[in-house]
């Protein structure tokens, strides 16, 4: 996926700026399965505009600098659903996290259940972000059908901090059964 599909995907919701569609989605949601910077953004807003899948607007502002309006083209709304409708294949993920376990026999008992532990306080940490999460009750069909897609999304995201805070117990398990003269080899 690129981050292009994520942006015309965003503004099939409404018009708006490179800085909405930071703060508004990336910032608070999209950032758990698609990061992004604001530099990013901007650039492949760019890219959009240059193909024909966006159209902007200058809005003029007498208090703050203008900002730039971008909406969704015919050509990016048939790109998008083009893009949706594809099959693709699971992606392998690249994890520093897993190389650091990979090659975890370098460390001492302590230091690898201290990187444990920490990373399943981050995990800890999202679950709660997201079983906090409520989904807003859509007052459109449209809304209604966007509500059902991003339920999903979050289930998955809960569903996979569930299963991390249990893989890392059972990472947590077995290095803390480590005999003392296992300790660290290099």
């Not at 807003?45 to 024909?52: A, F, K, S």
């Not at 607007?57 to 998008?80: C, D, F, H, M, V």
């Not at 659903?81 to 594809?86: I, R």
Request: hydrophobic share 40%; proline share 5%.
């Amino acid at each position: 996926m690129s981050l292009r599909y994520a942006i015309l995907g965003l503004l099939t919701f409404e018009p708006m700026s490179g800085y909405t569609l930071k703060t508004r989605y990336f910032d608070r949601s999209i950032r758990y399965f698609w990061p992004a910077d604001q530099a990013q953004i901007y650039r492949t807003l760019q890219t959009l505009e240059d193909d024909g899948a966006v159209t902007s607007e200058i809005l003029e502002a007498t208090s703050r600098p203008n900002s730039k309006l971008y909406a969704i083209s015919g050509k990016g709304e048939q790109e998008l659903q083009d893009w949706l409708a594809q099959k693709s294949p699971p992606e392998t993920p690249k994890d520093a996290f897993l190389v650091q376990l990979y090659f975890g026999r370098m460390l001492s008992k302590e230091q690898i259940i201290g990187v444990l532990e920490s990373r399943r306080a981050e995990h800890l940490q999202r679950l709660q972000h997201f079983e906090a999460l409520q989904l807003p009750i859509g007052d459109t069909p449209l809304m209604r059908r966007q509500i059902l897609f991003g339920g999903l999304t979050l289930d998955f995201a809960r569903r996979r901090e569930k299963m991390m805070l249990e893989w890392l117990d059972s990472c947590l398990t077995q290095v803390a059964a480590w005999p003392q003269e296992q300790d660290t080899i290099v």
